[in-house]
């Protein structure tokens, strides 16, 4: 049976939210003090499950970076990425490393990707996130439809080093695509906005043909999708994400730690929710680096606080990107039928799709948070592989109905964050 079953529905969020939020921070020039104290208090004191980024080698003094600046010797702050890393604190790599300056030197380049690569290995651990940075001189960054110098997925350029990120278990990138509007489940035909969105990126594409610029016209799907299948240069299929930004300067005002009373602002949560939308925040939480105030002010503060409300009494999901992007791809293509014996019903889970859209068997991590709305919830079992997943009944939601729902993992954990290290 097909999900349309009568009687069984699966939910678009995690019971009991209606939207859902990552904030997904860039790790420009951010120092091992900030990281600690930015995540001490939203993670800790606000209780935001947030994941941050990480550098193989940076090139400011003081950068976060697990490498030092020759690219091959562990910093002494390795350990805190590696442990920050497996807890779920840092889900995404900022790519190779900070060449805002000049373009690596190729040789470097491969050596160092391949190192950090291997170092991760060693220590069991993958990111499954890549996010493109910087200026045109970061040839490593992959694809982007604005910015030719980017050849780090074209297998024919000495910066091609695609396929180790590959091996690191890179699923998701971030091509540079932005909107300032949360990207909204609900069918098109119900909301204007979407219409004039489409329309007003149809008329720029139009525009660009007529300039000679075809190549930097943007799919539709782009303004519309949290993600969509995209295959780089070197036939590697990946889902190309988007992320959101609102700042009085336009999409691309300049986004940190001073400018989420906007990005975070009342009004966006608001639309956020009433869209019923997925947003992943473009921001650099380690900016602005030297700052003799307080981390954060008050207005970015409450800010933050007004988020953690409405995690906290189940309106927004907050999720760290990894776990968003992947909730995000399994509840939109996993294929799934109930099966009826006697009194008893059972939900069987089969596959998702991958960008290729070829089908495989989910793992028991990534369906975590479904929840499907049914009237028989006590006499309703999932499956997955054939074997039963523990599940927990579901109260009626702000619809009125019920059902049941599979946990959601636990938070990054903040141990670490507590730890000493060499700041
Ligand atoms: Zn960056």
Request: net charge neutral.
């Amino acid at each position: 049976m097909l999900p349309g079953h009568p009687e069984i529905t699966l939910r678009p969020f995690p019971f009991p939210y209606r939207a859902a939020l990552a904030i997904a921070s860039d790790i420009d020039v951010c120092t091992p003090a900030t990281f600690l104290a930015v995540h001490r208090f939203l993670n800790g004191e606000l209780g935001l499950p947030v994941a941050d980024s990480c550098f193989g080698v940076g090139q400011e003094p003081g950068q976060l970076a697990y490498f030092l600046a020759d690219g091959r010797t562990p910093a002494p702050t390795a350990p805190l990425l590696e442990a920050a890393i497996r807890d779920g604190l840092i889900d995404s790599l900022h790519s190779w490393g900070d060449f805002n300056e000049a373009p690596p030197e190729p040789k470097f380049l491969r050596h160092l990707a391949l190192t950090f690569t291997e170092h991760l290995q060693r220590a069991g651990l993958s990111l499954k996130i890549w996010i493109n940075h910087g200026s045109p001189a970061n040839r490593q960054n992959f694809f982007t439809r604005t910015q030719s110098e980017f050849v780090g997925d074209d297998p024919a350029s000495p910066w091609y080093t695609a396929d180790l990120a590959k091996a690191l278990g890179v699923q998701f990138y971030w091509g540079m695509e932005l909107t300032p509007w949360p990207l909204s489940i609900q069918a098109p035909w119900t909301r204007p906005a979407h219409w004039l969105r489409v329309g007003g990126n149809s008329l720029k594409n139009l525009a660009k043909m007529f300039l000679g610029r075809r190549s930097q016209q943007r799919r539709r799907d782009q303004i519309t999708s949290l993600a969509v299948p995209l295959t780089l240069r070197d036939g590697w299929p990946v889902w190309a994400f988007s992320r959101f930004n609102r700042h009085p300067q336009g999409l691309w005002g300049r986004p940190n730690r001073h400018t989420l009373k906007y990005a975070l602002a009342p009004a966006v949560l608001g639309q956020l929710v009433q869209e019923a939308g997925f947003l992943i925040l473009y921001t650099h939480l380690g900016m602005p680096r030297s700052d003799p105030g307080p981390l954060f002010l008050a207005p970015d503060r409450q800010a933050l606080e007004f988020l953690a409300d409405m995690y906290h009494h189940g309106v927004i999901w907050v999720a760290t990107t990894a776990r968003l992007l992947t909730y995000r791809q399994v509840q939109q293509t996993l294929r799934w039928d109930v099966l009826r014996q006697g009194d008893q019903l059972g939900i069987h889970l089969h596959t998702v799709a991958d960008p290729l859209r070829s089908l495989r068997q989910p793992t028991v991590e990534e369906v975590a948070g479904l929840s499907f709305y049914t009237d028989r919830a006590t006499a309703t079992k999932l499956f997955l592989d054939g074997r039963e997943l523990a599940t927990r009944p579901m109260p009626p939601d702000h619809t009125g109905r019920g059902g049941l729902m599979i946990p959601l993992p636990p938070p990054p954990a903040t141990a670490c964050l507590e730890e000493r290290w060499p700041v």
